[in-house]
């Protein structure tokens, strides 16, 4: 495997189910990053992890629980979703941790999340 | 605060004709800006980015972008169209040094449909 994988793909889940987002980096990256892509929205950054310490989170609401057990790693633990939390989930990774604005962020194809 | 603002959330264009997507920046500090490009299904992919130097930027796939201080933008173009270009692109900015962790501020997309 290259790049930034992710799984699942695609997942259906009810309101009152428990799952999770995989993303893995085999880049040696030392920053994570979650993203929502959701119809007609810009990505909105949901955290960020540098060093495997969440380094930023905008106000996400805690059905949302991330996990980063190491800098290669990085879950999206998800919990009594409604419908409105349908979307694309991207996770991206970067080089470095020390706050570089230059850095390229190198994203994985998406889990496409549909909450019945 | 940062904010981008793409014109045209879609734009249509001939095979072979002049590609223009438009993106202007607001932002309280030296911008880094970037192009990313998302094909059907796949996750974002770098086309360019300007951190310093060079106003004029060249990325993959023969596309490019100037960056105008001036005007505040930071359009993207291409000389001739192909088929293989139509996919949405996402113009973003980051707000440089001291920026939490390379933070990209993203456009709402622009998809970029290339006719016969």
């Known amino acids: 495997e290259t790049g930034v994988t992710q799984t699942p793909r695609h997942l259906v889940m009810g309101m009152t189910n428990k799952k999770s987002l995989k993303c893995e980096q085999h880049l040696g990256h030392n920053a994570m990053y979650w993203y929502k892509q959701s119809a007609k929205k810009p990505l909105e950054l949901m955290f960020v992890y540098s060093l495997e310490e969440r380094v930023e989170n905008n106000s996400v609401p805690s059905r949302f629980s991330p996990e980063c057990p190491n800098s290669s790693h990085l879950f999206l633990h998800l919990h009594t979703l409604q419908p409105e939390d349908s979307a694309l989930y991207l996770c991206a990774s970067s080089q470095h941790s020390a706050g570089l604005g230059t850095d390229t962020q190198y994203f994985g194809p998406g889990t496409r999340l549909t909450v019945l | 605060a940062q904010s981008v603002t793409q014109l045209g959330s879609h734009v249509s264009v001939s095979e072979g004709a002049l590609v223009l997507l438009r993106c202007n920046y607001s932002?309280?500090?030296?911008?880094?800006l970037f192009w990313y490009v998302q094909y059907p299904n796949q996750g974002l992919q770098l086309l360019l980015k300007?951190?310093?130097?060079?106003?004029l930027v060249k990325g993959i796939n023969g596309f490019e972008a100037e960056f105008k201080k001036s005007e505040t933008s930071f359009h993207l173009t291409k000389p001739s169209a192909h088929m293989s270009d139509a996919a949405e692109y996402f113009c973003a900015v980051s707000g440089g040094g001291g920026t939490s962790y390379g933070k990209l501020t993203f456009g709402q997309g622009t998809i970029l449909t290339v006719h016969p």
């Open positions: 932002s309280s500090v030296p911008p880094y």
């Open positions: 300007y951190t310093t130097g060079a106003t």
